[in-house]
């Protein structure tokens, strides 16, 4: 259990944020959550007025508070919308660690966070041994999009499509880099991610290239894990302090510029809600945090704002394939970044970007949201899925890994041939006609 003094300074501090709102009910109309309850208990709104008697509520039932407030895609929708600028998120956030705090993990939770998740070096060894039994339990299900589906009957598993381990993961390729500054004058540090680094490596790969073509210095520490981002929606706050200690201590080893990756979800998390909910320690961890938070950037903002994308010196070939692009929430509505990956885009002519309705309407995932609300998830995956149709593309992209698992699933089981794609692979294609510095 967290120290009783931290517990009671949320307290205070989620007390302070919960009287900015005025009850207004604007969040409803972009909540993906209400659109398929129509509870009032699912919508910000209701979430926050039960939040207000958290204390009474906290010692007659907290687990029922806490199971509606879990049932949240922390999508932030509503705090976008939210005339009042209620800090929707950091409210969630905060209520969750209390309620952890106050109620303690499952055990399952303690086993996965504090047992796996919290240690690299285990995390690695855990998903090596999943490949093994990844080739007795899974089958190939769609060839395109390159997803599994379970073999046998699976309550885990269920109906979904997933993206399998990948034989090798990136930080077996390449466990370290620290390469040079070139001609750009400007050395990144990459964040690689768990997704990217076991399921999606090719993805890491495209970074570097990319990063090299543009000859920025990239500096890669060993024995990079989770950003925190599972641990801290659980309300664990033993691990995400964790973890954050531990990238402080990795990322000391060099000077760096900016920190860049290619997931949505891990950009967020390192530049918004480390500096909200890191154990503030001491000044320095609290001015390392801080730091760390303003240099970190998506890898497509880095690219755009700060390096320059290679000239595109055609118009879109005959040949050119239609894309539709996904905003993840993580992207679009916490970091303001929309205009940067479709820049991405459009600079390789192979590709022709055509919009979908709703771009920027969440997928449903959610991160652990998909796993207890599975049917809910893919009602609203599937709401995505019919626009990414609508925009009659043969590809979709989205800079988000975990957007890409949920469109995955979800084109997947309806047997569609559209390819899911991250923005940086398509302009990585763009990079390999040429084969040369920029
Ligand atoms: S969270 Fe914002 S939008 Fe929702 S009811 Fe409160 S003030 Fe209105
Ligand atoms: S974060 Fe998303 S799912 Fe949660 S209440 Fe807000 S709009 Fe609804």
Redesign the pocket.
């Known amino acids: 259990m967290p120290n009783i003094k931290v517990l009671t300074k949320l307290m205070r501090e989620l007390e302070d944020q919960l009287v900015v709102c005025m009850r207004c009910g604007m969040?409803q109309a972009?909540?993906?959550?209400?659109a398929e309850t129509g509870f009032e208990a699912?919508?910000?709104r209701g979430?926050l007025a039960l939040l207000d008697g958290l204390l009474n509520e906290m010692f007659k039932d907290p687990q029922g508070v806490y199971e509606r407030l879990n049932?949240?895609?922390?999508?932030?929708?509503?705090?976008a919308?939210c005339p009042s600028g209620v800090s929707?998120?950091e409210i969630?956030i905060k209520a969750r660690a209390i309620l952890t705090g106050f109620m303690g993990l499952s055990p399952a939770k303690k086993l996965i966070l504090r047992g796996m998740l919290s240690r690299p070096e285990i995390f690695d060894r855990v998903a090596e041994w999943g490949l093994k039994f990844q080739k007795i339990l899974t089958k190939p299900a769609n060839e395109i999009i390159g997803t599994s589906c379970a073999r046998f009957v699976s309550p885990l598993l269920k109906d979904r499509h997933f993206m399998p381990l990948a034989p090798v993961p990136f930080h077996r390729k390449i466990p370290s880099l620290n390469t040079d500054k070139g001609r750009s004058g400007l050395k990144v540090l990459f964040y690689v991610g768990c997704l990217i680094d076991k399921v999606f490596p090719q993805l890491a790969q495209d970074v570097i290239d990319v990063l090299n073509y543009h000859e920025v210095g990239v500096f890669i520490p060993q024995k990079q894990g989770c950003c925190g981002i599972p641990a801290i929606s659980s309300g664990d706050l033993k691990t995400f302090n964790r973890l954050v200690r531990h990238h402080l201590e990795i990322f000391h080893d060099e000077k760096f510029d900016y920190l860049v990756t290619a997931c949505a979800t891990c950009t967020s998390t390192i530049k918004k809600i480390w500096p909200m909910m890191a154990d503030k320690a001491s000044e320095s961890i609290e001015n390392e945090v801080a730091e760390i938070a303003q240099k970190t950037l998506d890898i497509s903002q880095f690219l755009v704002t700060k390096v320059g994308l290679k000239k595109n010196a055609t118009a879109h070939i005959d040949t050119a394939v239609n894309v539709t692009f996904h905003d993840p929430?993580h992207l679009k509505k916490s970091l303001g970044v929309a205009a940067e990956p479709r820049a991405l885009i459009n600079a390789n002519p192979g590709y022709r970007l055509k919009e979908m309705p709703e771009a920027d309407r969440?997928c449903g995932l959610?991160g652990s949201?998909n796993l207890h609300y599975y049917e809910l998830s893919s009602n609203i995956g599937r709401a995505k899925r019919n626009n990414i149709k609508a925009s009659e593309s043969s590809v979709v992209a989205t800079g988000c890994p975990a957007c890409m698992l949920q469109i995955s699933d979800m084109l997947s089981q309806s047997d569609d041939k559209i390819a899911v794609k991250h923005p940086i692979e398509i302009y990585r294609e763009l990079i390999k006609i040429n084969g040369t510095h920029a």
């Open positions: 969040c972009v909540c993906p959550v209400f699912d919508v910000a979430k049932k949240c895609l922390l999508c932030g929708s509503c705090a919308n929707v998120l969630f929430c969440c959610g949201f």
